[in-house]
Structures are given as C-alpha cells and as structure tokens.
C-alpha cells in the first residue's frame, strides 16, 4: 500500500512533525513559505495538508489539490480556508478549538483589566517621564461587583467567565446553543438574546464566529444598551464590531474603551480610528494563541487529527462532517454500510426528484452518534446517479438540488429491537425502506411497508405483480433460460392492494433484455434492476 502524503505548509510544533513521520504508512514534506503559485504546483500530490494562518487555501488551490482529503488548521480560525469550495470538493477541513482556549481566554482577561485600569496609556505615561500627570490622568475603573455580557459561551467564553467570577463579577450570556441547565450550572444568567444580554452591561466579551449573522453584531444600537462608561473587548474575530460606531459611542462619552486583539481590517493601518484614544484601551496584535504552550498544542493536535484520519478514518473537530473518534466509529460502523445501501435502493425504487429524505431511528441505534449514518444514506442516494458526490460534499449537493435531509428519533414500537428507516416525499407521494441488524448481518427488512428479508449488496431484481398464482415461477423460469441463477428469494404480499413484491438476489447482473422482456409479461407491474 502507498504512503499517504501529508504537506505542512506552515510551521508547527517539531512534536506535532514526529507524530506524522513516525507512522509507517505516511509520508511528511515540511515546505513553508510557499508562494501561491508553488502551492498550486504541488498541490496535487498530497492526501493532507497542514496549515496556520499564511497559507490561503483558495477554490483554485483545491480545484488543483486533486488527491486532497483533508485540511488540518492549526487554531481555530479557518478564515484563510475557502470552506465551501473545500466542501463541493469533498474535502474534510478540520481545526483545533481547544488548543488555544486558555490562552485566548487568559489574553481577553488581561485585555478587560488592561482597558479598565488604562495599562497601556500608564505605561506610555511612565517611559515618557510623565509619572505625575500620568498618575492624576489615568484613574481606572474597578471590575468588582460590575456586569458582564458575554456573547458566545463556548470553551473560551466559558473559560473566561470561570476568572470573571473569582474577580467578583456578575454574567449574563447570549448562546443560542447554551441550555437553562447548563447556564444554572455555571452560575450565570441566560440571555434570550445579545440586546438582553448587553442591556445594563459594564463590561462584554465577544467569542463567537464572524459569520453574516455576527457581523458588526456590537453597533450603534447596542452599543447604547451598555451602561455608561462601559468596556468592550474582542479576542474572536474582527468584524464583530462596528469599528466606527464604537468611535462615535467613546467620544460621546458612553462607552469607556476597548480592549482589542483582532480588527475588521488586518493588518490594521496605523492611523486606524481607534488608535488615538488616550485612556481606556488596550491593543494587541492577534497574540489569542500566542503562547509557547498554545502553539505546541495546537501543532500536536492538528498533526494527531489527520495522521488519525488518514490512517483509521477517525474524524475530529471537523467543521464540514460530523466529528466521529475511534471509539465512535466503531459504536456505528456495523451501520454505515446498510446506511448507503438503503440510500441506493431507494434512489432505485422511490420517486424521482423528490423533495425532502428522512432518516429515522427506532431502538438503541437511536441513542448513538447518527449524523453520520444519516449523511451516509444521503451520499448513497445522491450517488446513484453522480459521480461528483461524497461523504463530504453531499449536504451542498443536496442543498443545491433543493432536497431536505430530516432526521428523527422514533419512539414507536417494531417488529425488530432496532431500525433505520428511510423515506422520500414528493408533494403527498411516499416511500419508505428500513433496514436492521440480525445478529452480525445488515438486512433490509421493509419496502413500502412490505416485509422483506434480504442482503443490502449484490444484483438484485426487484418485481411487482399482481398477486395471483404463476407469476414467480414465471419470472423464475425466465431467468433460468437466460442462465440467472437466484442466490436468495424474498416474496412480500399486500392483499388489500392485490398486488405481490419479490426481491431477487442473482449471481450475476440481469441484462436490459431480461429486464424488458419481464416487464412485458402479463400480470408485472414493473421490474427494477439494481446493483450495490
């Protein structure tokens, strides 16, 4: 077997490099500093490839990276990673959200007291020989007692929060994905939104993604929320705030300062609106995770991510798929083979362009991680008739043809301990298939409601008829002259219908001849030929 090919094409962590070229089956390139044009040059012979943030994977880039599978992001931000052309190519981008957590949530502490006590300005004061006036300017504010608004309780927002409190403040959060539970937990108040959570607030701290919906999510509006002489502080992404409009709130007189670490702008220009303020700011350039220990964290991990995934298929911290560690994997891999193969059937048998594909889950199958077993019977549906589709891709390509992926949880009692059961609509037209596990053996077990019994790979002949005496043996006899053999049979019945199912397991693939000269006989109502 060849050696998968890894390029790092920005600097790592030397711990991180040895994690990859220790394993035998891969192959590592230290190449940094490349010019795009190099880049695109030697793209192409790489499986994986490892970055920060001076690479720029862009659509060019991963139309020319032709064996790519994954891209691994050293940190968290994946701004330099064009995300959806990496995904319409079917390539996993992953990153390394907890790597850097402490020292981005320590950096945004230190930003709010250096703000608050005007660090910054008194240092200036001092070194200029100005110790007295700097003295009598540079009166602080205390963080004691005060409110905090934090926008964004992820592992950061929540870490800060944890050093808020030993500090003696009182936290209101917004996070659309926080629970009551979790915020009583953590001893906070929850926010039905950012104009609640900012509402009366001294102090706010941003850690959310920059996105169209968080863009400038502090402006002027919200801005004049806060309580007068308020701070605010970014260590997430530049672009969250109206830099302009926190301009004008400052001069007012509303708004106190700022502590900042990124800016819509990178890098920003030294004449930049907010540079000239004399009291209550703190700036830093984009130092999140710069720290000996971040750095070596998120090399290891980030190195561990793809050498994980390229040898064991092990998926984590992906933004495009859903994470998937080894012991995962192995929870739901008996799964994921019946997953593609009850999306090939249907594609099959149900309607054509059909509006909407529902995944549902009966029994213990229901408790497991099933997002990936779901997207598996999208891909295997959408790959009956494209080549362009993959286990990553599928979602966009789906999305693109208008098509719903739903996925449920079933509650309802069946003939069988666990079930997944797939279904299409189209307007008020539905099919549904299901499919279990027998012992160690993946089985479809219905189609349409009709109860079958049979393998979920092979060449199979799937007949309707009416239901009257001859017509098996018919068809049975007319594979035969054709020299088909039929390795398993599995008849279904619905009598209020009048009509019968056989599944026909062949040995081998039955031609379009075979296939048309059935569907003319008397009493078939239709044959479809499918092989998996």
Do not use: W
Request: charged letters at 20%; proline letters at 4%; a negative charge.
């Amino acid at each position: 077997m060849s050696k998968k090919r890894i390029l790092v094409s920005d600097p790592i962590s030397e711990i991180g490099v040895e994690a990859l070229t220790q394993h035998p089956d891969l192959q590592v390139d230290v190449n940094t500093g490349l010019a795009p044009e190099a880049l695109l040059e030697i793209i192409g012979e790489y499986d994986g490839l490892i970055i920060r943030s001076q690479t720029k994977v862009t659509r060019a880039v991963l139309e020319a990276a032709t064996n790519l599978k994954v891209i691994g992001r050293a940190g968290v931000g994946v701004d330099n990673v064009d995300r959806e052309a990496a995904t319409d190519h079917g390539v996993i981008v992953m990153n390394t959200p907890t790597g850097n957590t402490i020292s981005t949530a320590e950096l945004a502490f230190t930003l709010m007291l250096s703000a608050a006590r005007n660090i910054g300005p008194g240092h200036a004061g001092v070194l200029a020989g100005d110790f007295p006036a700097a003295r009598k300017a540079f009166k602080g504010i205390e963080i004691y007692q005060k409110r905090l608004a934090v926008i964004g309780m992820g592992r950061i927002g929540t870490e800060f929060v944890k050093r808020a409190q030993a500090f003696g403040m009182t936290v209101s959060a917004f996070d659309p994905f926080l629970t009551a539970a979790r915020a009583e937990q953590l001893k906070i108040e929850l926010a039905a939104s950012p104009d609640e959570a900012l509402t009366g607030a001294d102090f706010v701290t941003l850690h959310v993604p920059l996105t169209t919906e968080t863009k400038h999510i502090i402006n002027a509006d919200r801005l004049a929320l806060m309580n007068k002489g308020a701070i605010v502080v970014n260590c997430a992404r530049g672009g969250l705030i109206d830099e302009p409009a926190l301009r004008a709130a400052i001069d007012s007189g509303h708004i106190a300062g700022c502590g900042l670490d990124v800016y819509e702008d990178e890098p920003p220009a030294s004449d930049h609106i907010l540079f000239d303020l004399p009291r209550h700011t703190a700036f830093t350039p984009h130092l999140g995770a710069s720290t000996n220990e971040a750095q070596e964290n998120v090399g290891i991990q980030v190195a561990e991510q793809l050498r994980d995934f390229l040898t064991a298929g092990e998926i984590r911290n992906a933004i495009n798929m859903p994470s998937l560690d080894a012991a995962a994997l192995e929870d739901i891999g008996e799964y994921l083979g019946l997953a593609k193969s009850l999306g090939k059937f249907i594609a099959k048998l149900g309607p054509i362009s059909p509006d909407s594909i529902r995944v549902s889950y009966h029994g213990p199958i229901a408790d497991k991680d099933t997002p990936l077993v779901s997207r598996t019977v999208l891909h295997g549906f959408l790959s009956s008739s494209r080549e362009d589709v993959n286990i990553v891709n599928c979602p966009a390509i789906a999305k693109e043809l208008g098509l719903e992926l739903i996925e449920s949880t079933i509650n309802a009692s069946t003939e069988y301990a666990e079930l997944i059961v797939v279904e299409l609509k189209k307007g008020g037209e539905k099919f549904r298939l299901a499919g279990t596990i027998i012992g160690k053996s993946p089985r479809i077990v219905e189609i349409d409601k009709l109860y079958v019994d049979t393998n979920i790979t092979g060449n199979f002949l799937i007949v309707r008829n009416d239901d009257r005496p001859g017509i098996v043996g018919l068809v049975g006899t007319s594979l035969a002259e054709n020299n088909l053999n039929i390795a398993n049979l599995s008849l279904a019945r619905n009598k209020s219908e009048g009509n019968a199912l056989s599944v026909i397991e062949l040995d081998s693939p039955a031609t379009q001849e075979i296939i048309d000269k059935l569907s003319s006989e008397a009493g078939v109502l239709s044959v479809k030929a499918i092989e998996i």
